[in-house]
């Protein structure tokens, strides 16, 4: 099923769904579609990281953080994304992304997607991004501030500071070329 069309379906659930605390997890639902599918007969690595942006946009909006980008006339922007796929989802399996903002340190904010099927994880896409307006980059505690969320990141694990760096390591390097 195209993107567009799951976007519109999370759209049309919308009203029947809660707000959110900025740093809670939310939840969205979705099937295995045939164009979900690579020639093993799966679901394509990449389509995991378009299904996270469905998940993203569930969160951006119960979490009120669309408003916020709004006030700063700020659209998302996604920097890196990395994944980790663990079990197959096969056609017409049923599965959930739960999105969690994770942390952010002084440039960026970390989100987590856990692809979950019947309680186990099968899958995790983790994103750093920014919100980017015509004055630059928003500053990631001044908008965590506007959520109404404390300006100090909860603790990065070790392995999300190291992938950071080495995703600075390699914008350093394409930007020497």
């Known amino acids: 099923m195209n993107l567009w069309f799951r976007l519109l379906a999370m759209l049309l659930r919308r009203p029947w769904k809660k707000p959110v605390n900025g740093l809670d997890t939310t939840v969205v639902k979705m099937r295995v579609w045939p164009l979900d599918l690579d020639f093993n007969r799966h679901v394509t690595n990449g389509r995991y990281f378009t299904l996270a942006d469905v998940g993203r946009m569930d969160y951006v909006l119960r979490s009120g953080t669309f408003r916020v980008a709004l006030r700063h006339k700020a659209i998302p922007v996604v920097?890196?994304?990395?994944?980790?796929?663990r079990r197959e989802l096969k056609l017409f399996e049923s599965f959930e992304i739960h999105s969690r903002l994770m942390a952010w340190d002084d440039k960026w904010v970390f989100m987590e997607h856990r692809?979950?099927?019947?309680?186990r994880t099968i899958g995790v896409v983790i994103m750093r991004g920014a919100f980017r307006s015509a004055k630059g980059l928003v500053h990631p505690q001044d908008f965590i501030a506007e959520m109404n969320l404390d300006k100090v990141s909860p603790p990065m694990p070790e392995w999300l500071t190291s992938w950071s760096q080495s995703c600075d390591g390699l914008s350093q390097q394409l930007r020497d070329e």
């Open 79 to 85: 920097g890196d994304v990395w994944g980790k796929f």
């Open 115 to 119: 692809f979950v099927r019947k309680g």
